[in-house]
């Protein structure tokens, strides 16, 4: 996991950082704090990977916070201002977020941490294949997954969804690169591929799932589909 903090005065933007940390899924949430001085009193006894700071603060300024901190983990600014983002990137930032940002936009964001940011992780081969398991790229993290529990994967602009029993998993490849990766899985939209596994029935231009979630199917796939799967 990914430990962060969030620096960040007003309630509703620490609303937004906190459910789009715990949407990505291998962010750990360690603190909020209202202001610089309570994030760095936090720092002088715990170590974290990445800051989401806001610029203006009480008290001190995120600017100034980052002049005081030595040896500071990633930091991703999140400000309503874009006057400041040439001086923030002489600290190294490595990301500007202009609020409101989008969910999309924030995973761009992590997806620009370097592994040698992230303390203690290392990186490993980029989504390697293990027999009946796969290493799934999720920012920085590679997280072991049996390629059995993937119940089907869905696209969102920007990144996909593995979709197991238990969690999902957000990646930065595309759907594409799943189906080159994942030998039996068939695409049936645009947005969707699935494991043949977990279908129950067809229905029309639905499949319909053993969890009793609802796939559509789309007509440019369905053909295909028919032919491999109904016939």
């Not at 997806?111 to 040698?116: E, F, L, M, R």
């Not at 490993?124 to 059995?148: C, D, L, R, T, W």
């Not at 993937?150 to 969102?156: K, L, V």
């Not at 759907?175 to 067809?202: A, C, G, M, T």
């Amino acid at each position: 996991m990914i430990r962060c903090i969030i620096i960040e005065d007003q309630p509703p933007a620490q609303r937004i950082l906190q459910k789009y940390i715990r949407e990505f899924g291998t962010l750990e949430l360690c603190g909020t704090f209202s202001d610089a001085i309570q994030g760095l009193e936090f720092l002088k006894t715990q170590s974290v990977d990445l800051i989401f700071l806001d610029i203006h603060l009480p008290k001190i300024s995120g600017i100034d916070f980052l002049k005081a901190i030595q040896n500071p983990p990633a930091v991703i600014l999140t400000t309503a201002f874009s006057e400041y983002a040439i001086e923030s990137y002489e600290f190294d930032v490595v990301d500007y977020l202009l609020k409101p940002f989008s969910f999309q936009r924030f995973v761009k964001a992590i997806s620009k941490i370097k592994p040698i940011e992230l303390s203690g992780q290392q990186e490993s081969p980029q989504n390697a294949k293990m027999g009946n398991e796969i290493f799934v790229k999720s920012g920085y993290e590679h997280i072991k997954i049996q390629i059995s529990d993937i119940q089907y994967i869905r696209s969102d602009t920007d990144y996909t969804e593995l979709m197991t029993g238990q969690k999902k998993y957000l990646s930065n490849e595309s759907l594409k690169h799943w189906l080159r990766s994942i030998d039996h899985f068939v695409q049936v939209h645009k947005s969707y591929v699935l494991n043949p596994s977990y279908i129950e029935k067809v229905a029309g231009n639905q499949i319909h799932l053993k969890n009793e979630t609802i796939i559509p199917l789309g007509r440019a796939y369905k053909e295909a589909f028919v032919s491999q799967f109904l016939n």
